[in-house]
């Protein structure tokens, strides 16, 4: 695909995400270290190198990778992603001479990647075939998240209603404790009384709110 690219469109930049980039490097050059400490310092210099803006400080750096990390690791980093123009698709360096808007990975576009794969299961049939499908992997996305949005409005109201409930039963218990305080019940539509347990005072009165409510 990137030969393609550059024939079909040769004034663009092909940018390659710096995940996979240092996706590859781990999988290849994890072998040349004895442990993970000297690992994670390589990955960590490589990652230096990558994001470093300043000509003279990356010639610094790059030197350091080569003295100080097992040559087959520093030639692998070299010879895959250094030499003969390859870092101009992925240095920081480098790409921050055209408009990119900061992006430096694909993990924007990973999802969408996946549906488009997940949608066109063969390699094979026409322009034709493909947008049909893909149109109609939209729709079915676009009524998900229509049915999302309405669950999400019905938490809403429930919630809005919860809060009014709980603050009526708030005012209820209120009420029979203050009942329970004074000692009195309801009698005939009249307050007398009352020789219980204050706990059933509050009861009786947060029976009697309750159906009222």
């Not at 360096?93 to 694909?106: D, E, L, M, P, V």
Request: aromatic residues 10%; contains cysteine.
């Amino acid at each position: 695909m990137m030969k393609s690219l550059i024939e079909v469109f040769p004034t663009t930049i092909n940018q390659l995400c710096r995940w996979h980039v240092e996706q590859n490097i781990m999988k290849n050059c994890r072998k040349y270290f004895s442990s993970v400490a000297d690992f994670d310092i390589f990955m960590k210099q490589i990652q230096k190198i990558a994001s470093s803006t300043d000509a003279t400080c990356q010639k610094e750096e790059l030197k350091q990778l080569k003295d100080k990390f097992p040559i087959p690791a520093a030639n692998y980093f070299f010879d895959q992603w250094w030499a003969n123009g390859l870092c101009e698709s992925w240095a920081e360096i480098k790409i921050q001479k055209y408009s990119n808007f900061g992006i430096r990975t694909t993990s924007t576009v990973e999802g969408s990647y996946g549906a488009l794969k997940g949608a066109l299961p063969s390699s094979s049939g026409t322009l034709h075939t493909a947008t049909k499908i893909i149109n109609r992997k939209g729709t079915e996305r676009s009524q998900q998240l229509s049915v999302i949005e309405s669950n999400k409005n019905l938490l809403v109201r429930l919630e809005i209603r919860n809060q009014i409930e709980t603050s009526t039963l708030y005012g209820v218990c209120r009420s029979g404790e203050e009942v329970a305080a004074s000692g009195k019940r309801w009698h005939d539509g009249e307050m007398q009384l009352y020789d219980q347990e204050p706990l059933s005072f509050a009861v009786l009165a947060l029976d009697r709110a309750w159906l009222t409510y």
